[in-house]
């Protein structure tokens, strides 16, 4: 539009160069990104053998035996199962993420959708698809409900997401142990202790045993858990949604600038609910692996899941695949843990601080890739110019 | 003599690219030296180097006819030199005289700040240089150009005797240029050696003793001000021939784009910032909007694109009412926006060029196919882009932070012309760019223009005003206060107008017809008219 001559000239034979250019740039960003987790890793190994020795350990000792542990195919499934519910947890913190939302209250949200899942689940009688379904949709739709909770209290009372998620946290346990108290006093507990009423069979998930059982034998009650197949389901669709979808662009938007995205017509109250809900909603099936391996929700429910999916979406920089690398290193230093126990060869803790020491060093590391791309993108983008120029 | 300032071969690389090739500037004391050159000439790196903000690579550097080296501009502090950033450093909750000895305050007894030495020294200070402040008024209650005093004192009362003042003329209005240059003057009465970067060649003619052009990192040359016009250093600066808009005749209709209807808009106390605001633009017509910032152009802007509460009348867009829509929906029915402030309301700056392309525009083609967002497409969007508009990348998957101002600036007009909007609200779409990236935004509104777009064009740059405008309507304390024909007004004029020191009755701000719409004779920059003179005169 400028100068006719300038469009005739740069179209025709620059085109190839660009594309190849183009695709250069996006292998350097892919390897950039990659560089900064795997130096964390690295760093942290050599931080927590220090630490181990130290202690008087032996870190190589430690390795091998957390390794040879590994190698087992029980522990293996153990591992993904333990995964599984951490990865959706840390595609649910990330949603928030993406939109500089910081949802700390996935920990209220899955166990309240969880005990209500438990609770619809066991009430009722249904065919098996119809049951399972409508167990994980009462998970999301309460998880739902919860996590758009804080955020209706955000968008139209200003109140600050982190406040709002963490009391309704506060609540959400509040309200768990007096539903508990309550079924327990009317009694229909007593022969299988303190708890929601058990889910039939119809209402479960199948597991995929199948899978392992490729490999080996698995032991009698082990099992892979169905939710494994969920999880993907989450991951992809959190994909597209994000970076397929105009949806997922405004999200991004918002979250990357929301002065520019507003002038862009990205309307931010909308975009705030419309993130917690669904935040909410994935955060809401954390929960659903433990209800169906243990068939109902007990005062013993695993704890802890949201707090831990912040830390793997953090570790896989709200990447659909870097969540699920996070989530499986989590899950490895989790299931290895016990060995080291065992074995004695060094104290447990040991899996604590490197999941410090790694968390630490990912986020500086992520920082100084950052850093490193913009300066050599705007060194090669001034070369540019300085080329167009002269 | 002995030269104040003497830089010799002074080269600075970054990687990839070289700020400063090779650069010679000579600063006898006591004169005023404007350096002036196109964004990304290496006045600004130039300017680091002497303040101590960066080392040179090669080079050698003379103070007074001593060599130095500085690592910081502690150093440069320590040699007499002070610098005065475009972008004021001060505080706006302390006091005049607590914001100059910030990091220098005299110490009493007992760690006590020694209050009474300090104003004794600054009112020296001021009354040595003929600069007028009052100690103790509150920064925020002070207005631009005597925030501008409060700099230069700042540096000043730390024993400044060169003074590197960054385009200090960017933020002022016309009034407040003269007082400056009066400061500038005086300053330089007492012995002071000023260096100072500008774009308005107009006002370097005025005001410098000599002048330093630099071009892509290198000296080009150096000339007293009696030698030249603006058109010359115009063209060392650019290194060719100006690119002349050619004489645009009007194109204005008589069909109404955009028609605004007793608009008022409030502000968080419920006082209007906008009052009864009516006005019309037509296709094919550029309306300029004068106003010395803060008067409501932001909230007027907010108000047309949906992202202020208008609190009553109506804004129709080819006869439909907008007033309530929402923002995309506006944008969708084809008001195109170039924001005032490109990076903090036009891009996302970590994502790549093609995702900023898409931003106002991301649920229509090219850009979406139904809800899904097509990546293909706005890849091929932003080619288009980035050739038609002439963005300087070398790929469109950097993201929108390394590309240059100018060049960030040329993406956003670009995706907002590529849209073929139907109103163009532009809010000082040249702001910070540099001549050549200037000329390109021209040429897209005026080919725009005659294309049938109305535009609403907001600026600081009166000259632009002039030049492109076919109507200038002025904007004073939230209302429309007159309305002026281009072809006629001199930018002093329209200054004493937006101060409101004047006062249009001949005209209601709501009637400018299309016959009332005057005859734009001549491109931007009015480029025959002495009066106006600044970059854009060819020669």
Known sequence: MTDSTVTDESEEEPKVRLTRAAADSRLRQILLSAAAPLGAFVFSLIASAIVLIAAGSNPIEAAKDMLDHASKLEVQVSMINRATPLYISGVAAAIGFKMNLFNIGVEGQYRMAAIFAAFVGGAVALPSVLHIALILITAMVVGGLWGGLAGVLYTHRGVNEVIGTIMLNGVALGVIAWLVRRWQAEGNIVQVGVGTEPIDESGLLPNLNFIPELFGDLRANEELTGM??????????????????????????????????????????????????????????????????????????????????????????????????????????????????????????????????????????????????????????????????? | MTLAIELTGITKRFPGVVANDNVSLAVAPGEIHAVCGENGAGKSTLMKILFGMQSPDEGTMRIHGEEVRFSSPADAIERGIGMVHQHFMLAGQLTVLENVILGTEPVASLGRIDFKAAEAHLLEVGEAYGLDVDPHDLIETLEVGERQRVEIIKVLYRGAQILILDEPTAVLVPHEVDELFRNMR???????????????????????????????????????????????????????????????????????????????????????????????????????????????QTEFVGAIIGTEDVEAGSIRLLGEEIAHSTVRRRRNSGIGYVPQDRQ???????????????????????????????????????????????????????????????????????????????????AHPTRGIDIGAQAAVWDDIRAARADGMGTLLISADLEELIGLSDTIVVIHKGELTATLDPATITPRELGSYMTGSEQDDAETPDGPGPAAAPETATGPKSQGDPASGDAGEPQ
């Open chain 2, 186 to 296: 005086e300053l330089k009465a007492a012995g002071e050696t000023i260096l100072f970067i500008d774009h308005k060649l107009e006002e370097v003619l005025q005001i410098a003793d000599t002048i330093t052009v630099l071009r892509q990192g290198r000296t080009v040359a150096t000339v007293k001000p009696a030698d030249v016009s603006t058109g010359d250093l115009a063209e060392m600066m650019v290194g060719s021939e100006l690119p002349t808009p050619q004489t645009s005749r009007s194109t204005v209709t008589d069909k109404t784009a955009l028609s605004i209807r007793g608009l008022t808009v409030l502000d968080e106390d419920d006082r209007p910032v906008l009052n009864d605001v009516s006005l019309e633009v037509h296709r094919g017509e550029v309306v300029g909007l004068a106003g010395v910032e803060g008067n409501g």
């Open chain 1, 228 to 390: 494994l197949v969920i999880a993907i389901v989450v991951g992809v669709v959190y994909y597209l949604l994000l970076n397929r979808t105009v949806f997922g662009y405004d999200l991004r938007a918002s979250g990357l600038n929301p002065l520019a995205a507003r002038a862009g017509g990205v309307p931010p109250r909308k975009m705030a609910l419309a993130a917690m809900l669904m935040s909410g909603a994935v955060g809401g099936l954390v929960g659903m692996a433990e209800i169906f391996d243990k068939t109902r929700y007990d005062p013993n429910f695993v704890g802890f899941l949201g707090f831990n999916g912040i830390a793997v979406a953090l570790l896989g920089r709200n990447n659909p695949a870097g969540i699920a690398v996070g989530a499986l290193l989590w899950a490895f230093l989790d299931a290895t843990s016990d060995i080291l126990q065992v074995t004695q060869t060094a104290p447990k803790e040991i899996i604590d601080i490197m999941r410090g020491v790694i968390l630490l060093t990912v986020v500086i590391g992520y920082e100084v890739v950052r850093r490193v791309r913009e300066r050599t993108e705007s060194a090669r983008t001034a070369a540019r110019l300085a080329e167009a120029t002269s």
């Open chain 2, 344 to 426: 903090e309301e036009g891009l996302l700056l970590f994502a790549p060029l093609w995702e900023n392309a898409a931003l106002g525009h991301q649920t229509r083609k090219p850009f979406a196919n139904g809800r899904w967002f097509d990546r293909f497409g706005a890849r091929e969007r932003t080619e288009a882009i980035r050739s038609w508009f002439d963005v300087r990348t070398p790929d469109i998957e950097v993201t929108a932070n390394s590309l240059s101002g100018g060049n960030q600036q040329k993406l956003i007009v670009g995706r907002e012309m590529a849209a073929e909007p139907k109103v163009l609200i532009a």
